[in-house]
């Protein structure tokens, strides 16, 4: 049997966001990927929508971490898709993507397990359907 997946969600949201469309989004995203809430470990986002509704209260139903970073931090993380509408409001070329590949990185960082940062990334990439640099 092969051990169960740990999800690390990268969400950005718009002020106000509607916690039950961000959850019916997640669902739908993590049935694409074939994980359900459970494989889910932390949400994580960018420091400025840490305190939104909808992402506190995905990461209270999850029972799970709402990790936040430093939008300066964030935009030193290489994404596959990063925007420059993000960047404008954000600070960020990338909160949701970032965000979590942020999480799998400080994980295997401190398991000082360089070659697993890269092979997560390529995974997270790959799930994401998108060719890694």
């Known amino acids: 049997m ?3 997946p740990e999800v690390v969600v990268g969400l950005g949201t718009r002020t106000g966001a509607d916690p039950a469309v961000v959850l019916e989004l997640l669902d739908r995203a993590l049935s694409e990927c074939r994980v359900t809430r459970a494989d889910v470990v932390a949400v994580a986002t960018v ?3 840490a305190g939104e509704p909808a992402l506190t209260q995905l990461a209270a139903l999850l029972a799970v971490p709402l990790l936040s970073y430093p939008a300066e931090q964030l935009n030193r993380v290489a994404v596959p898709t990063p925007s420059t509408r993000v960047a404008e409001l954000a600070a960020t070329a990338s909160v949701a993507e970032a965000a979590a590949l942020m ?3 400080q994980v295997f960082l401190k398991a000082k397990n360089f070659d697993e940062v890269e092979k997560t990334v390529d995974s997270i990439l790959k799930m994401m359907g998108v060719s890694a640099p």
């Open 47 to 49: 420091d400025a929508r």
């Open 103 to 105: 999480q799998k990185m």
């Open 2 to 4: 092969s051990p169960r």
